[in-house]
């Protein structure tokens, strides 16, 4: 059973669920997670398309989803080496830097400390989000677009242009879940018709939209 809800992080959303002998899928969403798994905490990369977790059959998960480009900040790692990883905690920060604490809110709290965010990151997730172009964000940022490629790929994993992509799919999922018709889904999340709604769902899920409506999907 997957639940979720607000954190104390803003932005950033706690969930658990406990794991199952099948595969469960993962959807793209442009952000990285801390996950606690039976005690032992890892960080869940981004997915350009959706994954499926094995091996944690039974195990409890305790997550905490950061908002995008936040987590590799709190890190120090470019988000673009661990795109479609789950990498030890322990592997990416020097040992002192490793939280005392199983925790995903108090570990995001010890990370969090004494950090200043970039606040560009933050308003190149939220321009892309609102449908900006990338020309555009880049002016509205001071960025030229190589820079703001550049970026991108340090702090999402991937280029502007597929952030935005994903978002675009993101904001089709509940729609899709709730059985809204096709068409109406495809015109409010910013495809050009259903046909495209549907290639873009299959690219980046890997199933039909319908099949989106019951997934096996375990968190994010």
């Known amino acids: 059973m997957y639940s979720e809800w607000p954190s104390s992080v803003p932005g950033a959303i706690?969930?658990?669920?406990?794991?199952?002998a099948a595969p469960a899928l993962i959807l793209p969403?442009?952000?990285?997670?801390?996950i606690v798994v039976d005690g032992a905490p890892i960080v869940a990369g981004p997915d350009a398309v959706a994954a499926r977790t094995t091996g944690y059959d039974g195990a409890r998960l305790d997550g905490l989803r950061f908002p995008s480009g936040m987590l590799p900040q709190l890190l120090g790692i470019a988000a673009d080496e661990l795109t479609g990883r789950r990498v030890d905690l322990a592997d990416i920060l020097s040992p002192r830097r490793i939280p005392r604490t199983v925790d995903p809110e108090a570990i995001a709290?010890?990370?969090l400390?004494?950090?200043e965010l970039d606040r560009r990151i933050g308003a190149v997730a939220v321009r892309l989000r609102a449908g900006r172009t990338v020309g555009d964000v880049a002016?509205?940022?001071?960025?030229?677009?190589?820079?703001?490629?550049?970026?991108?790929?340090?702090?999402f994993g991937y280029g502007p242009k597929t952030l935005a992509r994903i978002q675009r799919f993101q904001r089709a999922v509940g729609p899709i879940r709730a059985g809204r018709a096709l068409?109406?889904?495809?015109?409010?999340?910013g495809y050009a018709d259903q046909a495209h709604l549907t290639?873009?769902?299959?690219?980046l899920a890997g199933c039909t939209p319908r099949?989106?409506?019951a997934p096996d999907r375990v968190h994010r």
């Open 14 to 20: 706690r969930w658990t669920s406990v794991g199952s």
């Open 29 to 34: 969403d442009g952000c990285m997670d801390v």
């Open 109 to 111: 709290a010890a990370l």
């Open 113 to 115: 400390d004494g950090v």
């Open 139 to 155: 002016a509205e940022t001071g960025l030229d677009e190589r820079a703001l490629h550049r970026l991108a790929r340090r702090s």
């Open 183 to 189: 068409a109406e889904v495809a015109a409010a999340s």
């Open 199 to 203: 290639r873009e769902v299959r690219a």
């Open 211 to 213: 099949a989106l409506v």
